[in-house]
């Protein structure tokens, strides 16, 4: 009889299948849970810039370089153009208020002066010809005028005899009016010489105003010829200290090139190159300090130069408030710190590497035990030289890593080791 056998269930071959299967699902699940987690990475903290997030005063400022310049320059240019025929002092000298500087000689204005000259004088004689000439003539129509007039009232006399005298009877009438017509023909000539006589005086005062017009005309012309002439020796405007002197004997100017400047040694004034980013925030009034001698000085922005340089930057001229520093001279640079803002409290985090990285969106904030440092969004505001304002993600007191993050690539968090 045939004995029924029963087929087993779990074979070693199929124990083996599913180990393996549940093995690789194992591996993947431990994959997915570390992968999962926060990414670490252990650093040594004395390779870390570790920073207290502190609260204080806080002013925006820039640093820019100033010049030190004399608080007024007056250019000196060419005012006709000439060959130097002469120098009376050198650079640097001190001078006074119209000391002569350097003399330039042009024949050509020289001669147009003289030329002048004489056309003015040629004139002055023609207008004392014109005026003689006019009184002779004018006492002549005076002298006729004098005759006519004689003979009108000599008319007149014999023509009211005559008529009382033809009223009376006593002459004819033939007599009578050859008296009323000479009277009447005196009676029309002494009008016509007076009316002569008046136009004569009208036409002589216009004459006169007309050539007295002209000759000032021609004198004003001659003073401003003299003026360039006189022009040709160089002076100063004013008292101060000739620099830049550029100019040398037998050198040729040309009318309008620049000869020189004189400084004022009333006072200085600094001149700042300022990035032109800053244009719209930068106006007269805003302060600034430098370090000078172990002290600090302050400045006020006073004019604000707007166009660009090709360098991409513009510039502004700052003065002295208060005491000038002592031995401060033409020409220093200075270190100034240009403030930007008021001065104001404050939540601040130092500058560091960090920003590089992070762009100030977040950074590595310190456990309070200083085991670890996690990642924490944070929001900053305006900069200084220094530091950073943080707007929103720190609290004083906080410590935080402000030194580099380019190794930590996509890391979570800092296991820090001492």
Do not use: C
């Not at 023509?159 to 006593?170: I, M, N, V």
């Not at 244009?279 to 600090?296: E, N, P, W």
């Not at 950074?363 to 304002?389: C, H, M, T, W």
């Amino acid at each position: 009889m045939d004995r029924k056998i029963e087929k087993k269930t779990w074979n070693s071959k199929k124990i083996l299948t599913i180990a393996g299967i549940t093995g690789v699902i194992i591996l993947i699940g431990g994959s997915i849970y570390l992968t999962s987690g926060k990414s670490k990475l252990d650093v040594d903290t004395e390779r870390l810039t570790i920073s207290t997030i502190t609260k204080g005063p806080f002013q925006e400022f820039i640093p820019v370089n100033g010049v030190v310049m004399p608080l007024t320059t007056i250019y000196l240019d060419a005012s006709e153009g000439g060959v130097v025929e002469e120098k009376y002092v050198e650079d640097g000298a001190t001078l006074k208020k119209g000391d002569p500087i350097l003399k330039l000689s042009n024949t050509d204005l020289e001669l147009n002066l003289a030329n002048q000259e004489t056309a003015v004088y040629a004139e002055q004689t023609q207008m004392q010809i014109s005026h003689n000439n006019a009184q002779q003539n004018t006492i002549s129509k005076l002298n006729t005028m004098a005759d006519v007039e004689n003979a009108y009232k000599e008319a007149e006399r014999i023509y009211k005899l005559d008529k009382h005298l033809y009223d009376q009877k006593a002459i004819g009438l033939q007599e009578y009016q050859s008296a009323k017509n000479t009277y009447d023909y005196q009676v029309n000539r002494y009008k016509l010489a007076k009316q002569i006589l008046s136009q004569d005086t009208s036409l002589v005062k216009q004459q006169a105003s007309q050539a007295q017009e002209q000759y000032s005309h021609m004198k004003t012309t001659l003073e401003l010829m003299r003026k360039k002439v006189a022009g040709l020796v160089l002076r100063a405007p004013i008292d101060g200290q000739l620099t830049s002197m550029d100019a040398e004997v037998g050198q040729s100017k040309n009318k309008g090139e620049h000869l020189g400047q004189i400084d004022v040694q009333s006072g200085f004034k600094v001149r700042v190159d300022i990035d032109e980013h800053y244009l719209s925030r930068i106006y007269t009034g805003l302060k600034g300090d430098f370090q000078f001698a172990d002290k600090t000085y302050n400045l006020v922005i006073k004019k604000v130069y707007t166009q660009v340089k090709s360098t991409g930057s513009f510039q502004v001229d700052m003065q002295f408030v208060g005491a000038v520093p002592t031995g401060i001279r033409k020409g220093q640079t200075l270190q100034v710190r240009l403030a930007l803002s008021d001065q104001m409290q404050a939540v601040l985090v130092p500058k560091g590497g960090f920003f590089q990285q992070t762009g100030g969106n977040w950074i590595f904030k310190v456990s309070e035990d200083g085991s670890k440092a996690y990642k924490v969004n944070i929001v900053l505001g305006r900069q200084s030289p220094d530091y950073y304002v943080v707007t929103e993600g720190l609290n004083p007191g906080d410590k935080v890593i402000t030194s580099s993050y380019e190794t930590y690539g996509d890391i979570q968090e800092l296991v820090l080791k001492k």
